[in-house]
């Protein structure tokens, strides 16, 4: 059975950091892309930026380049999305999914964890 379990959200002020991990288990974590995913109240999800299997290959959607640091350890089976300057927009359920594509479409991917809430106050 695959799980994708979300960890390290919170609540912070604007310019504040957090750290999200997703721990994976039940599939080989290195043969899959691993993205991570954020959904406002009231809005479509949003790919944020995803990660290719050997960990070589990175994409950010463009409200969070320069600010968001994806990495992964495949040793721990573990995904990390390091997010620093934090904005109100950043706030949301974040996900982690996994695919094998290489892409940043929702579509694209067959597992997803439950989330983990960021919310970021001015």
């Known amino acids: 059975q695959v799980q994708l379990v979300e960890s390290g959200g919170g609540s912070v002020q604007a310019g504040g950091s957090l750290r999200l991990s997703c721990a994976a288990s039940?599939?080989?974590?290195?043969?899959?892309?691993m993205g991570w995913f954020r959904q406002a109240t009231g809005k479509e999800r949003e790919g944020v930026s995803c990660?290719?299997?050997?960990?070589?290959?990175?994409y950010y959607s463009d409200s969070v380049k320069g600010r968001f640091t994806i990495s992964r350890d495949n040793a721990k089976n573990t995904l990390y999305l390091q997010m620093n300057s934090l904005k109100p927009e950043d706030t949301g359920m974040y996900y982690c999914?996994?695919?094998?594509?290489?892409?940043?479409?929702?579509?694209?991917?067959?597992?997803w964890g439950q989330g983990t809430q960021v919310t970021v106050s001015s």
């Open positions: 999914a996994s695919s094998k594509l290489w892409s940043i479409e929702a579509t694209a991917y067959s597992y």
């Open positions: 039940g599939l080989p974590f290195d043969d899959f892309t």
């Open positions: 990660i290719s299997a050997d960990g070589y290959g990175t």
